[in-house]
Antibody, heavy 117, light 110 residues
Framework: EVQLLESGGGLVQPGGSLRLSCADS????????MNWVRQTPGKGLEWVST????????YYADSVKGRFSISRDKSKNTLFLQLNSLRADDTAVYYC??????????WGQGTLVTVSS | QSALTQPASVSGSPGQSITISCTGT?????????VSWYQQHPGKAPKLMIY???KRPSGVSNRFSGSKSVDTASLTISGLQAEDEADYYC??????????FGTGTKVTVL
């Protein structure tokens, strides 16, 4: 059974940084593109970023481009999201997710990032 | 990229059928047969219900079906049950590695 476990969320001041991790268990990690999707409390889902299976391509939503960086470590079966220059509107639950193709079949439980002074 | 447009809420009685629309543009929904639908119960992660417009993952009830016409995708829930009460989101691939989610629809079972 596929299991994705996010960690690294917490309270951070505006302008600060955080590094989120997503550890997988039980699937061929490097075969699939991996994604981050976030959800503002009480609101909708927003795609944030995608990294290809070989980590040779990355994509970002305009709202995070230049501030967030996605990466993956094949040896540790772990996906990362580096969050820099954080703003109040980055406050959200961040999910990692992946699917066989262009959809999100498997999701983690999410990690909460709160940006506040 | 702007969010896909969904109705804020849809309701129905047990046993009835409801349809949730998801309207995009010719650049996203209209260009690809890659709309997916997600069900989310409070405090839970989203669950994939439909992918590639009309396909159901293993384990998803056949009461859920998807369709598309031009720039609008739809999710139909037949034989509505209490457990179907949740938030539903559509999503589409929109080229160059970009995905766009819908605004979300709250389904209420009366």
């Amino acid at each position: 059974e596929v299991q994705l476990l996010e960690s690294g969320g917490g309270l951070v001041q505006p302008g600060g940084s955080l590094r989120l991790s997503c550890a997988d268990s039980g699937f061929a990690f490097d075969l699939y593109a991996m994604n981050w999707v976030r959800q503002t409390p009480g609101k909708g889902l927003e795609w944030v970023s995608t990294i290809s299976g070989r980590a040779d391509s990355t994509y970002y939503a305009d709202s995070v481009k230049g501030r967030f960086s996605i990466s993956r470590d094949k040896s540790k079966n772990t996906l990362f999201l580096q969050l820099n220059s954080l703003r109040a509107d980055d406050t959200a639950v961040y999910y990692c997710a992946y699917g066989d193709r262009r959809y999100f079949q498997h999701w983690g439980q999410g990690t909460l990032v709160t940006v506040s002074s | 990229q702007s969010a896909l447009t969904q109705p804020a809420s849809v309701s129905g009685s047990p046993g009835q059928s409801i349809t949730i629309s998801c309207t995009g543009t010719s650049s996203d929904v209209g260009s690809y047969n890659l709309v997916s639908w997600y069900q989310q119960h409070p405090g839970k992660a989203p669950k994939l219900m439909i992918y590639e417009g009309t396909k159901r993952p293993s384990g998803v009830s056949n009461r859920f079906s998807g369709s598309k016409s031009v720039d609008t995708a739809s999710l139909t829930i037949s034989g509505l049950q209490a457990e179907d009460e949740a938030d539903y989101y559509c999503c589409t691939y929109a080229s160059s590695g970009i995905y766009v989610f819908g605004t979300g629809t709250k389904v209420t079972v009366l």
